[in-house]
């Protein structure tokens, strides 16, 4: 049984960690681009560039609850800049609702405390290291 609500996988989280920096730049450069041309055409090659990383977002975020929402952007029928800020916009609330759900601090000792992913891995290790401190109290204590 866990102490937490929450837990995702390792390879969620290494997943979010490879794209977020990447998607916060191509988000900041279709904000900029939004400012001087909403009602201009994304081209092809900006279009496959985002959904390329839209596509690694979504292999952790379509299991959230945010995920049913969240679409590639169409390259068909090239979305205006306004139309793939608006879906961009979406893809980040749902970035930081699974940060929320899942980064959490975690008491580490007596009154310290340090910010974790809440993975099936990170569980293991804290269990196997309850316990090793038990072992260790129970065989100080004789």
Avoid at 29 to 56: C, G, M, Q
């Amino acid at each position: 049984m866990s102490d937490f609500e929450h837990i995702t996988t390792t390879d969620s989280v290494k997943t979010y960690d490879s794209a977020k920096g990447v998607f916060d730049a191509l988000l900041h450069e279709i904000r900029e681009l939004s400012k001087k041309k909403p009602d201009a055409t994304l081209s092809k090659s900006k279009v496959n560039l985002i959904n390329a990383v839209l596509i690694d977002l979504l292999t952790i975020l379509n299991r959230e609850p945010e995920g049913k929402y969240l679409r590639v952007l169409e390259d068909d029928d090239l979305p205006q800049v306004s139309d793939a800020l608006m879906m961009m916009a979406q893809f980040n609330a749902a970035l930081m609702a699974f940060r929320v759900r899942y980064y959490k601090r975690v008491k580490t000792g007596y009154a310290r405390y340090e910010n974790y992913w809440i993975t099936e891995d990170f569980l293991e290790e804290r269990n196997a290291e309850e316990v090793e401190i038990e072992d260790d109290d129970g065989g100080d204590q004789q």
